[in-house]
T-cell receptor, first 114, second 113 residues
Framework: DAGITQSPRHKVTETGTPVTLRCHQTENHRYMYWYRQDPGHGLRLIHYSYGVKDTDKGEVSDGYSVSRSKTEDFLLTLESATSSQTSVYFC?????????????FGQGTRLTVV | DQQVKQNSPSLSVQEGRISILNCDYTNSMFDYFLWYKKYPAEGPTFLISISSIKDKNEDGRFTVFLNKSAKHLSLHIVPSQPGDSAVYFCAASEVQGAQKLVFGQGTRLTINP
């Protein structure tokens, strides 16, 4: 258990509504990430954070925003959900970066946009 | 543009035999490589890694080989056990900076009794 909690674990929402997913860590790690997993694509990076209020875009950031007001929480917001954002979302953390360390993943949030 | 590729979507191996999972990459800036294992309804769990200064790393039944000139790595599992049945993801990153992982598409490994 890497001390990562994602909430909610499952969510069904309607097209056009905003949705916020939460990632909470108890490890005090600097780096946090949001990935999405889709068949045929593996996991793809959406956004990441390298500190409180320090965030940057990943490979598939369009339609998503993030916020990190505390070290332990990293929020992912779908501003206006679309069916193409139906996916499984994973949060991850790494201790420090810079020296080649493994990322630890949460259990995932399955989001369905109808 | 898929920078990390796992060309075999699935692999079936008999229990006790060797499982070999393959991964190719195109970005020469990658210098750290990882394998993750994923069971249904769970997050990926770290299995083994290798840095570009090595060509082999071993951890129990798991060995990762890296061929930098061919931009190819492989994961060997010996002997294969039923609990090894899962989806395996290859991932790569640059050591310096934010450790952003680029994943392959995954290979579903099935170990048959």
């Amino acid at each position: 258990d890497a001390g990562i909690t994602q909430s909610p674990r499952h969510k069904v929402t309607e097209t056009g509504t905003p949705v916020t997913l939460r990632c909470h860590q108890t490890e005090n790690h600097r780096y946090m990430y949001w990935y999405r997993q889709d068949p045929g694509h593996g996991l793809r990076l959406i956004h990441y954070s390298y500190g409180v209020k320090d965030t940057d875009k990943g490979e598939v950031s369009d339609g998503y925003s993030v916020s990190r007001s505390k070290t332990e929480d990293f929020l992912l917001t779908l501003e206006s959900a679309t069916s193409s954002q139906t996916s499984v979302y994973f949060c991850a953390i790494t201790p420090s970066g810079g020296l080649g360390t493994e990322a630890f993943f949460g259990q995932g949030t399955r989001l369905t946009v109808v | 543009d898929q920078q990390v590729k796992q060309n075999s979507p699935s692999l079936s191996v008999q229990e006790g035999r060797i499982s070999i999972l393959n991964c190719d990459y195109t970005n020469s800036m990658f210098d750290y490589f990882l394998w993750y294992k994923k069971y249904p309804a769970e997050g990926p769990t770290f299995l083994i890694s290798i840095s570009s200064i090595k060509d082999k790393n071993e951890d129990g039944r798991f060995t990762v080989f890296l061929n930098k000139s061919a931009k190819h790595l492989s994961l060997h599992i010996v002997p294969s056990q039923p609990g090894d049945s899962a989806v395996y993801f290859c991932a790569a990153s640059e050591v310096q900076g934010a450790q952003k992982l680029v994943f392959g598409q995954g290979t579903r490994l099935t170990i048959n009794p």
